[in-house]
């Protein structure tokens, strides 16, 4: 596309206006508000902006070029040429946007009108899109040019590299920072997912409900804790709720247990009083009819015990008495009875005795009296002789005598005893002798003795002993030892008879004498015996009736204790039947009170039933309600505990808080994919350089640059540093603002060839020389016709010096 | 006699919408509101009884002072009677704070069906008896229907009115049967005429004759989206001879009402505009759901058009998810220099046409414009 011409009628301060424009380059000359960039904004009006607009658009892309000095209308109309061909286009804005025309003319072919349709055709013989033609083609708003202020400011080396600045000045044509974007997309992303585990899809350390975090909480994180605030409320409410219908239901099961206790309580509780009263009355009853039956009992008493004492006490008493007495005599006789005939039996005893005793008397005076002295005399000489005799025996002498010739011979002993032995022929002869032997024979003597003691002397003493022991026993009449013994023995035989016989007569007797006993049976004289001589009987018969008669006697007492206790108590007879007729009006009085209260319930057998159950189940009553209390107390709890809403409420809250929290994600979704899609660009877009964009920037600057740059270092395609003549390298950011206006157009000039290759079209230019010292403008300017020879550009300019310099065609604006 | 009952339930007095603070108290009032106006309908047209069946209120912890408000209401019903059944919101216990102070505050021509028996209206001069099923706790598998049987059906010439609380099988929504769960044929079975009901919000039948036997007025003021009438009551004319003329009454205050609407150009948005302008809207929780894609300028009418509508309705919700900005390749091209970085980085957005990246797409755009704005 090439521009023709382009005509202003009206628009803004140009009222009418018609400016042609030819290949190659155009000059367009005038002084500052001449209306060189009214001509920009007409062509950028005319190539896009719509006639039909809204009130916003309007206001923003057409109010300020209404006419100036009054007037609802503008119109542009731009002469262009595509490959030979002519095109004309016309627009005309209204004021408020609406009700504008356009139309689009092509060189021998239809019309057509309409923003829809114009656009799409003017879209078609443009050279690049929209945004490229608005950013380098007609105006520059690259960040080159705002690099100044970002080096003046920051100086940051990450601009240092020429390469990035160059590569961001292509990326950043318009007008966006990639920094600022990135640092956005950045801020939006942990805006999104600040301590969000976007892996695990949760928080950041799994840091819940329970520990949330507090401070710099991300959109996701923030829903996702309302959501799971509202599931917890949600789940404590209906929990609680749940929790509340039971403790209900069991409030209502122990309401009903008490209901039926209420029921029973409803039954017996409004009688309990009238029952009290009905077994008080019973009770009454029952002392009455008792008190009665003792008065009638101890009035019909009274009467027989008083008859009985009247009549029969004294008459029993006496007639015992007699009795007793007349019992008491029999036995004293039977008594008196049996003693007399001990007495006789006695009596006669010691009367044997005492005749006993004179017969051993008797008996004793006929015998010698040889005591005991004299028999103990007699036998010491007795034993005297003994004693000798053993010791002539004890002198044994053995005599063994064989005769050759039969011998006669007399022997004798030491007690002079002569035996007379014949002794056959060659027979022996033996015997032992004692103390002494003499042999006789008719021829000789022969007398042994034994050679111990004096055996004549023994044998004298012995003789001598023997004429004593004989005059003893002279003395006394006997004629031995054995004869005086037995004469001893005979008297002191009788003289313990005598002895004994008194001693039994002594003993019988007593201290009685008896001459007295003698005299006192005489004088009993013959007695008769009575019947019976069982005293035992006669003492058992008067004790029973001892006992009977105390029986009377007592039972006389009683009665009497009796009548006088009645007469105490009821006074007299008349008066106790009086008594009697006053308890039977209570007794009437109580039987007809108990008609009129209600009976013992039929399912209780006893009053203490009644009660027990009674109070068993006030009991029961007080239990369930004790326990319906503390239950309601626990609901009251509860309910204290539970959230705000309820769980229906809760459960919407909870579902938009879900919804919401999806929603969320999912714009932090959309973020995160941004991110990744800006960060895959910019890796691709480092690795992916424009092509031959280094070599023709080379060429453009280092033609512009007065010899103060002799090369640019490259790094891959881009360049990096400028070399100096002398060799030194400089950044960019020790370059001088004309320098860097050098190098901005050099830039420019390099993105219009490289967007315009190939195509027809135009660079407009609005004096992008004048920060430049002259040197540099005239090889600036050099660099605009070398360019101007393939596009056509269009150059505006206040200064005259930089249109002689272009040497351009020139458009004055006046 | 003919009896006349207006038949209400769901009011949920105390609601407290907190999903809408900037609406609260309105919504909260106008529950208040809609009572009176029932009061006032049922005046007019010379009703008997006045039947609320359960959720008068949303909670059994209300405060002292929606107790009185509301008793103070009813109480200027004419006709003979109000009967208040406890419903699974604001259901009956022994301790209840709610309805001993609402008993207590009440006359004798408000009656709280405490307890599930037959009350006799021969005291209210009405030849009729009410089987009352009060709810006794929130939630419950099984519905208080139980203690009616022909034990309780007296053979005299009463009408016989069960009053009953909970959800009815294949009309109301109660996945896990916690909502005192009742059938048609268990209702029928019992013998009573009519059955009077309450849970429910929506009405139903939705136009009920002289053959519907089982009622549900729904809430008269509505509570949320998924309530989307005007809020309804019943006047129920019975006659001796079990003739029944039934009436349905709009009582409601406010509406909530969703709406999708697809833009596709500036007339849509015009006529969206202009619809929601109009008076009937008044009174409205509009939600709308915005879909389509516009144009730059053309969601900026949008935005003016929601505007105007937020400014006409009670209140407004947009959400617009799917309404985006026509983000097309010729757009990018035309603020953009070519292979700059937004051109670039749009383009590459613009491949994939799934829903992260058109969000994406979006957004990007945004942020782009908004750092060009910045400079």
């Known amino acids: 596309?090439?521009?023709?011409?382009?005509?202003?009628?009206?628009?803004?301060?140009?009222?009418?206006?018609?400016?042609?424009?030819?290949?190659?380059?155009?000059?367009?000359?005038?002084?500052?508000?001449?209306?060189?960039?009214?001509?920009?904004?007409?062509?950028?009006?005319?190539?896009?902006?719509?006639?039909?607009?809204?009130?916003?658009?309007?206001?923003?892309?057409?109010?300020?070029?209404?006419?100036?000095?009054?007037?609802?209308?503008?119109?542009?109309?731009?002469?262009?040429?595509?490959?030979?061909?002519?095109?004309?286009?016309?627009?005309?804005?209204?004021?408020?946007?609406?009700?504008?025309?356009?139309?689009?003319?092509?060189?021998?072919?239809?019309?057509?009108?309409?923003?829809?349709?114009?656009?799409?055709?003017?879209?078609?013989?443009?050279?690049?899109?929209?945004?490229?033609?608005?950013?380098?083609?007609?105006?520059?708003?690259?960040?080159?040019?705002?690099?100044?202020?970002?080096?003046?400011?920051?100086?940051?080396?990450?601009?240092?590299?020429?390469?990035?600045?160059?590569?961001?000045?292509?990326?950043?044509?318009?007008?966006?920072?990639?920094?600022?974007?990135?640092?956005?997309?950045?801020?939006?992303?942990?805006?999104?997912?600040?301590?969000?585990?976007i892996e695990k899809k949760e928080p950041e350390n799994r840091r819940?409900?329970?520990?949330?975090?507090?401070?710099?909480?991300?959109?996701?994180?923030?829903?996702?804790?309302?959501?799971?605030?509202?599931?917890?409320?949600?789940?404590?409410?209906?929990?609680?709720?749940?929790?509340?219908?039971?403790?209900?239901?069991?409030?209502?099961?122990?309401?009903?247990?008490?209901?039926?206790?209420?029921?029973?309580?409803?039954?017996?509780?409004?009688?309990?009083?009238?029952?009290?009263?009905?077994?008080?009355?019973?009770g009454d009853l029952?002392?009455?009819?008792?008190?009665?039956?003792?008065?009638?009992?101890?009035?019909?008493?009274?009467?027989?015990?008083?008859?009985?004492?009247?009549?029969?006490?004294?008459?029993?008493?006496?007639?015992?008495?007699e009795r007793i007495d007349k019992l008491k005599k029999s036995r004293d006789q039977v008594r008196a009875y049996l003693e007399n005939k001990e007495l006789r039996k006695r009596f006669k005893k010691i009367k044997d005795l005492s005749d006993r005793l004179k017969e051993a008397d008797e008996r004793l005076s006929q015998v010698s009296p040889i005591t005991r002295e004299d028999i103990d005399s007699l036998q010491k000489k007795n034993q005297q002789i003994e004693e000798i005799e053993k010791i002539i025996t004890a002198s044994k002498l053995r005599l063994s005598f064989n005769a050759k010739t039969s011998q006669n011979f007399i022997t004798k002993d030491a007690t002079g005893q002569k035996e007379e032995h014949l002794i056959k022929k060659n027979h022996t002869f033996e015997k032992i002798f004692h103390g002494k032997l003499a042999i006789e024979h008719e021829e000789w003597s022969l007398e042994v003795q034994s050679g111990e003691g004096d055996v004549n002397a023994l044998i004298a003493q012995k003789e001598k002993t023997r004429k004593e022991l004989k005059a003893e026993l002279t003395k006394i009449g006997v004629t031995c030892l054995t004869e005086a013994k037995s004469e001893n023995k005979k008297y002191e035989q009788y003289k313990n008879e005598v002895y004994f016989a008194r001693q039994a007569y002594q003993d019988e007797l007593g201290n009685d004498d008896y001459k007295q006993l003698e005299k006192k049976i005489e004088s009993l004289g013959e007695e008769k015996e009575p019947h019976s001589l069982d005293t035992d009987e006669l003492t058992a018969n008067i004790t029973d009736t001892i006992r009977d008669l105390k029986m009377?006697?007592?039972?006389?007492?009683?009665?009497?204790?009796?009548?006088?206790?009645?007469?105490?108590?009821?006074?007299?007879?008349?008066?106790?039947?009086?008594?009697?007729?006053?308890?039977?009006?209570?007794?009437?009085?109580?039987?007809?009170?108990?008609?009129?209260?209600?009976?013992?319930?039929?399912?209780?057998?006893?009053?203490?039933?009644?009660?027990?159950?009674?109070?068993?189940?006030?009991?029961?009553?007080?239990?369930?309600l004790e326990n319906i209390y503390?239950?309601?107390?626990?609901?009251?709890?509860?309910?204290?505990?539970?959230?705000?809403?309820?769980?229906?409420?809760?459960?919407?809250?909870?579902?938009?808080?879900?919804?919401?929290?999806?929603?969320?994600?999912?714009?932090?979704?959309?973020?995160?994919?941004?991110?990744?899609?800006?960060?895959?660009?910019?890796?691709?877009?480092?690795?992916?350089?424009?092509?031959?964009?280094?070599?023709?920037?080379?060429?453009?600057?280092?033609?512009?640059?007065?010899?103060?740059?002799?090369?640019?270092?490259?790094?891959?395609?881009?360049?990096?540093?400028?070399?100096?003549?002398?060799?030194?390298?400089?950044?960019?950011?020790?370059?001088?603002?004309?320098?860097?206006?050098?190098?901005?157009?050099?830039?420019?000039?390099?993105?219009?060839?490289?967007?315009?290759?190939?195509?027809?079209?135009?660079?407009?230019?609005?004096?992008?020389?004048?920060?430049?010292?002259?040197?540099?403008?005239?090889?600036?300017?050099?660099?605009?016709?070398?360019?101007?020879?393939?596009?056509?550009?269009?150059?505006?300019?206040?200064?005259?010096?930089?249109?002689?310099?272009?040497?351009?065609?020139?458009?004055?604006?006046? | 006699m003919a009896i006349k009952i207006f038949h209400t339930a769901d009011l949920h007095l105390g609601m407290k919408f907190a999903g809408y603070p900037e609406i609260q108290d309105k919504l909260i009032n106008a529950r208040y509101e809609t009572l009176e106006n029932m009061v006032k309908i049922a005046n007019k047209e010379e009703c008997d009884l006045f039947v609320i069946a359960g959720d008068l209120f949303d909670r059994i912890t209300v405060k002292a002072g929606e107790i009185s408000?509301?008793?103070?209401?009813?109480?200027?019903?004419?006709?003979?009677?109000?009967?208040?059944?406890?419903?699974?919101?604001?259901?009956?216990?022994?301790?209840?704070?709610?309805?001993?102070?609402?008993?207590?505050?009440?006359?004798?021509?408000?009656?709280?069906?405490k307890e599930p028996k037959v009350y006799d209206l021969k005291n209210y001069h009405l030849d009729a008896a009410v089987f009352s099923c009060p709810c006794s706790s929130k939630h419950s598998a099984e519905n208080m229907l139980g203690w009616i049987s022909a034990d309780n059906l007296t053979s005299d010439n009463l009408i016989k009115i069960g009053i009953v609380h909970g959800s009815l099988e294949g009309v109301s929504p109660d996945f896990d049967?916690?909502?005192?769960?009742?059938?048609?044929?268990?209702?029928?079975?019992?013998?009573?005429?009519?059955?009077?009901?309450?849970?429910?919000?929506?009405?139903?039948?939705?136009?009920?004759?002289?053959?519907?036997?089982i009622l549900i007025p729904g809430t008269p003021e509505p509570d949320g989206f998924d309530c989307k009438h005007a809020g309804n009551a019943f006047i129920i004319n019975l006659e001796p001879a079990s003739k029944m003329k039934i009436q349905k009454v709009s009582t409601g205050k406010y509406r909530f009402l969703i709406k999708q609407i697809t833009l596709n150009d500036e007339d849509s948005i015009k006529r969206m505009e202009e619809k929601y302008n109009k008076e009937e809207y008044e009174n409205t929780i509009l939600r709308l759901v915005l879909k389509g894609r516009l144009k730059r300028e053309e969601l900026l009418k949008v935005k003016e058009a929601i505007k105007s509508i937020e400014e006409k309705v009670l209140h407004l919700q947009v959400i617009q998810e799917e309404l985006d900005e026509e983000i097309t390749p010729e757009l990018i091209n035309s603020e953009f220099t070519q292979d700059s970085f937004p051109h670039q980085l749009l383009m590459s957005l613009l491949k994939n046409k799934d829903f992260t990246a058109n969000r994406a797409l979006q957004k990007a755009y945004d942020i782009i414009r908004e750092i060009k704005n910045e400079d």
């Open chain 2, 177 to 213: 049967k916690t909502y005192y769960p009742m059938t048609n044929e268990e209702l029928e079975s019992k013998g009573l005429d009519p059955w009077l009901l309450g849970h429910t919000h929506l009405s139903w039948p939705e136009n009920p004759d002289k053959n519907s036997r």
């Open chain 1, 286 to 321: 029952k002392t009455i009819t008792n008190q009665m039956e003792d008065i009638m009992k101890n009035s019909e008493s009274w009467t027989i015990q008083e008859n009985w004492l009247s009549h029969n006490a004294d008459l029993e008493i006496n007639r015992l008495n």
């Open chain 1, 552 to 624: 009377i006697e007592n039972k006389k007492e009683e009665y009497e204790n009796n009548i006088s206790q009645w007469q105490q108590k009821y006074g007299t007879k008349r008066e106790l039947l009086l008594k009697i007729g006053g308890k039977q009006y209570q007794l009437e009085k109580a039987q007809k009170k108990l008609k009129n209260l209600p009976e013992l319930p039929a399912e209780f057998t006893d009053y203490k039933s009644f009660f027990d159950l009674l109070d068993l189940l006030n009991e029961k009553k007080e239990n369930y």
């Open chain 1, 630 to 814: 503390k239950l309601r107390d626990k609901k009251i709890e509860k309910e204290q505990g539970k959230p705000e809403f309820s769980s229906e409420e809760l459960s919407v809250m909870l579902n938009e808080a879900e919804q919401n929290y999806k929603r969320v994600f999912l714009e932090g979704e959309a973020v995160a994919l941004i991110k990744s899609k800006a960060s895959e660009l910019l890796e691709s877009i480092g690795k992916n350089p424009y092509k031959d964009f280094q070599s023709r920037f080379k060429n453009y600057f280092l033609n512009m640059s007065t010899g103060s740059f002799t090369k640019i270092e490259m790094d891959d395609d881009y360049p990096s540093k400028l070399i100096k003549p002398d060799g030194s390298k400089l950044s960019y950011n020790l370059l001088s603002f004309g320098t860097k206006d050098t190098f901005s157009l050099a830039l420019r000039l390099t993105m219009a060839d490289y967007f315009l290759a190939g195509k027809e079209g135009f660079l407009v230019l609005d004096d992008p020389l004048v920060d430049m010292d002259l040197a540099r403008q005239e090889l600036a300017a050099q660099q605009i016709k070398e360019f101007a020879r393939k596009k056509q550009v269009i150059f505006l300019t206040c200064h005259t010096h930089t249109a002689d310099l272009l040497n351009g065609r020139s458009i004055k604006i006046c």
């Open chain 2, 69 to 113: 408000r509301a008793v103070k209401t009813l109480n200027e019903f004419e006709g003979e009677l109000v009967m208040a059944l406890p419903g699974n919101h604001d259901y009956y216990t022994k301790d209840s704070n709610l309805w001993n102070n609402f008993s207590q505050l009440a006359g004798d021509r408000i009656l709280v069906l």
């Open chain 1, 1 to 197: 596309m090439r521009i023709k011409a382009l005509t202003l009628q009206p628009f803004a301060g140009v009222v009418e206006k018609t400016v042609e424009f030819f290949p190659g380059l155009n000059v367009v000359v005038g002084p500052n508000e001449a209306g060189k960039s009214t001509l920009l904004y007409a062509l950028e009006a005319a190539l896009f902006t719509p006639v039909d607009l809204t009130r916003s658009k309007y206001e923003k892309l057409i109010k300020e070029y209404l006419p100036a000095n009054g007037g609802n209308v503008i119109r542009v109309y731009l002469d262009f040429q595509v490959n030979g061909k002519d095109f004309q286009l016309g627009k005309e804005w209204k004021a408020g946007g609406k009700g504008g025309s356009c139309i689009f003319k092509s060189e021998g072919s239809s019309e057509y009108i309409g923003d829809e349709k114009v656009s799409e055709l003017i879209n078609q013989y443009l050279p690049a899109q929209e945004g490229t033609i608005r950013n380098v083609l007609l105006t520059w708003q690259s960040a080159l040019d705002r690099t100044k202020d970002i080096f003046d400011n920051s100086g940051t080396d990450v601009r240092s590299d020429l390469g990035s600045i160059l590569r961001s000045s292509i990326m950043e044509t318009d007008g966006i920072s990639i920094d600022k974007l990135k640092e956005k997309l950045e801020w939006e992303y942990k805006d999104y997912f600040n301590h969000w585990d």
């Open chain 1, 208 to 282: 819940g409900i329970n520990n949330p975090y507090t401070r710099d909480v991300g959109k996701i994180l923030s829903v996702y804790y309302d959501k799971e605030n509202k599931k917890r409320d949600y789940k404590l409410a209906s929990q609680i709720e749940e929790e509340i219908d039971k403790i209900n239901d069991e409030i209502r099961a122990e309401e009903e247990k008490k209901a039926k206790i209420q029921e029973k309580l409803i039954k017996y509780e409004p009688i309990k009083n009238q029952i009290v009263e009905r077994q008080q009355i019973e």
